[in-house]
């Protein structure tokens, strides 16, 4: 289906890409997977012939039907179902050749058209645009309206929704996810499914790509490697060949280093030369193993706050909305130190709008909101990034966070961000739009809040910086409510979850995966205002779910330290790992700081497994308790 011969492609005098070789065959689902910058995007485009390779070859089978999603949408005054039929190209010139063999009455032209209409689907092609958009979040009675008056965000549904019009044999998917919320993230998901044709897929969505892709590239350091299986069949392949490695030339650096003693040590001896130099060459023969890998991954954390006052805030009786007109009415809700709220619900329904009340960027149209005189509101909008001084640098947009603070620390405090060197000096403005959602996130975790209110904070951020989030707020001493359609991070770091529909904010009794069912079966059903499960009164709801929190408190709380305890050990053990590949340690001078470190590497596994065995039994009376509540 697609082939790639030793391709590479330069980017100025960097080498993008270098040697790059792998086939996917027809009918793969192909993750394309690596951090921002590594060639993903630019991969695309020489599948797409936008950029030609600067050495190899690119090969596809002639007359290949290739979908994507386009990046900009013209302020068109197109309906939009007519924008999206437009995707299905053969649909639109057989309808073209129709409109002139009916005027030309060429009857035999006009039946034969007809027929091939039928073949393609095309009578049925209008229904299919319907339920295209339907999926995507358009009601009925927007399909219809002109395309100029969507915004930014709608328009790359838009585009979306006509790439997936197309009958193609390839799709290529660059990040599809962004601009969509949880919700149409899960229809996507299961039309994917059933795509019968072949799949590229760039995602930073770990549970996306687990769901539907059957095999792995990953882009690293110019080079690409392919992996049968899904992103975390690929990570654990990844890891476990990074170790099978790592022994490797652990092992044989302790041989050089033994066989290089005997040379040093009788080289001069006449009695010992010619072993020396039997070693010497074996030394010489010997193919060198490469030290693995170890990713200089993002790591920070959120420094404690002064104070952690409980409740940090509570709603009594509020409405809030714009104009005068309350989107969301009747909210009596409450959040303590250590909750973790997911807020589910499609986009317009009002979460923004509540974490903007929360925030305080938005007053109440009634009621009472109550917040903790120490309150410290940690606040990552969908917009954050607009919110920068482009012509700033990163170390003078913390420096107005705090100006007496020592410019080394704030430059320490970059690096955790991957702002390094000269380029805590550079402007915002050239900076990528995942760095910039970077720079954004650290400035909130800078503040040093106890509440975390975060709409779509990984908009932008690739595997790597997620998984550094992921970690952080698994030490985070204060409550997070956070929006997100990346459902490993909301099932990861939240306990409770929240569903906005219909004007109001409930309990939602189940986890992400019974809200996937759900919504599903709301969705083949047609109904778009049925009942979520389990759902009864409010206030029997805020009476089962405080009852239902005090008895699993304290067993989230030891599961909460035992993920923060498990996170350091494992960090320790990455680090001593990386310490571990340096060749300097296995010289016979260095020997006491070898054996010191594997000790300690010995220790700390026992550490883990110890703390994995007492999370797995918390965690099982923990879900007892759930189920059986």
Known sequence: ?????????????????????????????????????????????????????????????????????????????????????????????????????????????????????????????????????????????????????????????????????????????????????????????????????????????????????????????GTATLYSGNYSQFERLRAEAAAQQAAAYAQQQRQLAHLQAFVDRFRAKATKARQAQSRLKQIERMERIAPAHVDDGFSFFFRAPPKVPSPLLRLDQVSVGYGGRPTLAGLKLGIEPGDRIGLLGPNGAGKSTLVRLLAGELPPISGEVLRAPDLRVGYFAQHQLEQLDLRASPLLHLRRLDPDAPEQALRDFLGGFDFRGDRVFEPAAPLSGGEKARLALALVVYQRPNLLLLDEPTNHLDLDMRYALELALTDFAGAVLLVSHDRHLVGTCCDELWRIADGRCMPFDGDLDDYAHWLLARQSDGASRDKAPGATSAKDQRRAAAQRRERLRPLRETVKKLDAQMARLRRRLDEIQAQLADPALYGSDARHGLDALLREQGKLRRQLEEAEERWLAVAAELEQLQAAG
């Open 1 to 221: 289906m697609l082939s790639f011969s030793n391709v590479t492609l330069r980017r100025g005098p960097r080498a993008l890409l270098e040697g790059v070789s792998f086939t996917a065959h027809a009918g793969w689902r192909l993750g394309v997977v690596g951090r921002n910058g590594t060639g993903k995007s630019s991969l695309f485009e020489m599948v797409l012939g936008g950029i030609a390779p600067d050495r190899g070859e690119i090969s596809l089978p002639k007359n290949l039907e290739i979908a994507s999603v386009e990046q900009e949408t013209p302020a068109l005054p197109q309906p939009a179902v007519e924008f999206v039929l437009d995707g299905d190209a053969e649909l639109r010139a057989t309808q073209a050749q129709l409109t002139v063999a009916e005027a030309e009455h060429d009857a035999k032209n006009i039946a034969a058209l007809h027929e091939r209409l039928n073949v393609i689907g095309g009578y049925a092609a209008p229904a299919r645009a319907a339920r295209l958009l339907h999926g995507l979040g358009f009601a009925a009675d927007r399909q219809a309206r002109p395309v100029a008056e969507f915004s930014g965000g709608w328009r790359m549904r838009l585009n979306l929704a006509r790439a997936l019009m197309c009958r193609s044999d390839l799709l290529l998917l660059d990040e599809p996810t962004n601009h969509l919320d949880l919700d149409t993230v899960i229809w996507l998901q299961d039309w994917l499914r059933g795509y019968t044709g072949t799949l590229l897929l760039i995602s930073h969505d770990r549970e996306f790509l687990d769901a539907v892709t059957d095999h792995t590239l990953h882009l690293h350091a």
